[in-house]
C-alpha cells in the first residue's frame, strides 16, 4: 500500500472527510469535534506524501463565544502547534501511525481548550501568544533605563530598525555597534516591571491588547501591584518625552509596548501635578493617571514589541550548572593558539569576564597563516598577536565582559594575582610542569 493510500485511510478511520476542493487554508482533511462547548472544527492541509514534512493543522471553526478567547496553542493565522519537535519524535516510514500521532495530539488540545484549564500551558510561552508588531533586545534588569533607536543592514541588505533596551546611552551605543549600526537615531525613557504572579489571559480577555486601555486593564486583573508600580514609575519619570518603553518580566518571559503620548496628555500631567503639590500629598493620585493614560486622545500610538533577553545572566546560565558558574571569576587562560582560542570562546558563553568577574589571555605569539586552517581567528587578524587579536574578536560578539590581553609570557610573578581559575592550553610540557610547581609552592 502506498503512503498516500495510508494517509487517505488514516484520516478516515478518524471520521475526517476528504476535501476535493480544499477551502481556505488548501484543507484537505476535515473534521468537527462536538463538544460540551461546541463544535470546533479542524483541518490539515499541505500533506507530504512521503511524510518529509508533517502536515499543517488549521482550527476553522469553535463555539461563537470562544472567538476572543486567547486559546493556547493557537497562532494568529488559526494555525495550531500541535507538536513540539524537540519533545516528540515521529516515524515518518510509519505513515499511518504518524498521522494517527498527529490527530490523537490535536483531540489533547480540543480537550484542554474545552477544560479551560489553560493558565500553565499559557504562562510557560506566554511572549508568544503576544503577537507583536515590532522586536527589541533587553540588556539590562534596572527598573528604569532608556530606550534606543536604530538601524542596521542585516545579510540581504535590507535596512532593519531595531530597538535595545540599556541601563544608559553608552550601554546602548555598544550594543548598537555590535550590531552594525552607525549611530543612535533616536533614545527615550525604558520602564521595566516585574510581574510577581503569573502571566496569564483570563477568560473573557480580548487578546492580544489593541490600546493601552486594554492593557492597564489586562494587568490590573492579574496584578494590580505591578500596574501601580508601572503608574508611578510612568508619572514620576516622565519629562519631555513623548515615547514610553514600558517592558513587563516574569522569570525568564518579557513582553514590551511602546506608546506615543500626545501633547493634551503631557499638559494633564502638569495639572495633576500641580494640584498634587500641596505638602503631604502625594505627587499624583493613581486613579487620575490611569484615566489620563486610558484616554482616547492622549495615547497617539500603542505598539506591542517582542522583547529578546540578552542580559548576560540570560545568556550565560543557560551554559552553566545551577551550583557552578564562571560569573564573578577572575581567570587566567594562558595561551592563545587553536585550543586557547576555542576555549576562551567557550568560557565567555558560560559567563567568565561577566558580573564581577574578568577574563586575562596570556601569549606573546603572533597569527601567521599557518594557524588559520585551525585558528578561531581568520584573515583580519594575520600578523596581529594572538592574545590581542582574540580580545578584539571575543568583544564584537557582543557580550558584555571584561577581558584583558597580556602580550607575554605567563610567569612566576603572576601567580600572585589571587585567580579563582588558571587554564593551561599552552600544550608546551615543559611550562605545564614550571605551572604545576609555582601553584604548589606558592
Not at 468537527?32 to 476553522?60: C, V, W
Not at 493556547?72 to 505513515?95: Q, R, V
Not at 505598539?303 to 581567570?331: C, G, H, W, Y
Request: charged residues 25%; aromatic residues 12%.
Amino acid at each position: 500500500m502506498s503512503f498516500t493510500s495510508e494517509i487517505r485511510q488514516t484520516f478516515l478511520a478518524y471520521n475526517f472527510k476528504a476535501e476535493r476542493k480544499p477551502p481556505k487554508y488548501e484543507v484537505s482533511y476535515w473534521r468537527e469535534f462536538d463538544t460540551k462547548l461546541g463544535i470546533f472544527r479542524i483541518g490539515f492541509s499541505n500533506i507530504h506524501t512521503d511524510m518529509s514534512q508533517l502536515p499543517e493543522a488549521y482550527l476553522l471553526a469553535l463555539p461563537e463565544h470562544l472567538k476572543k478567547i486567547r486559546l493556547p496553542h493557537l497562532n494568529a493565522n488559526k494555525s495550531i502547534c500541535y507538536l513540539d519537535p524537540e519533545t516528540t519524535n515521529l516515524n515518518p516510514i510509519d505513515a499511518k501511525r504518524a498521522i494517527a500521532t498527529c490527530i490523537q495530539l490535536i483531540e489533547r488540545i480540543i480537550g484542554l481548550w474545552v477544560s479551560g484549564d489553560y493558565k500553565e500551558e499559557i504562562e510557560a510561552e506566554f511572549s508568544s501568544y503576544w503577537e507583536h508588531e515590532n522586536f527589541s533586545f533587553i540588556m539590562t534588569d534596572d527598573p528604569i533605563g532608556i530606550a534606543a533607536n536604530y538601524k542596521r543592514t542585516n545579510l540581504d541588505g535590507n535596512e532593519i530598525l531595531e530597538t535595545v533596551i540599556a541601563k544608559d546611552i553608552t550601554e546602548a551605543q555598544q550594543w548598537a555597534k555590535f550590531r552594525g549600526a552607525k549611530s543612535i537615531l533616536k533614545d527615550y525613557l525604558a520602564i521595566i516591571v516585574y510581574i510577581r504572579k503569573s502571566l496569564y489571559v483570563p477568560y473573557e480577555t480580548i487578546w492580544p491588547p489593541q490600546s493601552f486601555k486594554d492593557f492597564l486593564h489586562w494587568l490590573d486583573t492579574i496584578d494590580r501591584n505591578a500596574l501601580q508600580n508601572l503608574i508611578h514609575k510612568i508619572a514620576n519619570n516622565i519629562k519631555k518625552q513623548h515615547d514610553i518603553f514600558i517592558v513587563l518580566r516574569k522569570d525568564n518571559e518579557s513582553i514590551g509596548i511602546k506608546i506615543l503620548l500626545s501633547n493634551a496628555a503631557k499638559k494633564m500631567f502638569e495639572r495633576i501635578k500641580r494640584k498634587r503639590k500641596q505638602k503631604g500629598q502625594p505627587l499624583f493620585k493613581l486613579q487620575n493617571v490611569i484615566n489620563v493614560l486610558s484616554g482616547m486622545y492622549f495615547i497617539e500610538k500603542f505598539t506591542r514589541v517582542e522583547v529578546a533577553d540578552v542580559s548576560p545572566d540570560f545568556l550565560f546560565q543557560r551554559n552553566s550548572l545551577d551550583d557552578i558558574s564562571l560569573k564573578n571569576k577572575k581567570i587566567a587562560l594562558i595561551g592563545c593558539g587553536t585550543i586557547g582560542g576555542y576555549s576562551a570562546h567557550s568560557l565567555i558563553q558560560c559567563g567568565a569576564g561577566s558580573g564581577n568577574g574578568s577574563l586575562h589571555l596570556f601569549d606573546d605569539d603572533i597569527l601567521t597563516s599557518g594557524n588559520l586552517g585551525r585558528h578561531i581567528l581568520g584573515v583580519k587578524y594575520l600578523k596581529e598577536i594572538k592574545s590581542k587579536a582574540l580580545k578584539h574578536y571575543l568583544e564584537e560578539q557582543g557580550f558584555s565582559i571584561e577581558i584583558y590581553h597580556h602580550p607575554a609570557k605567563f610567569t612566576k610573578n603572576d601567580m600572585t594575582k589571587k585567580w579563582d581559575i588558571i587554564i593551561d592550553v599552552t600544550g608546551d610540557e615543559t611550562f605545564s610542569l614550571l605551572l604545576a610547581y609555582w601553584f604548589r609552592t606558592d
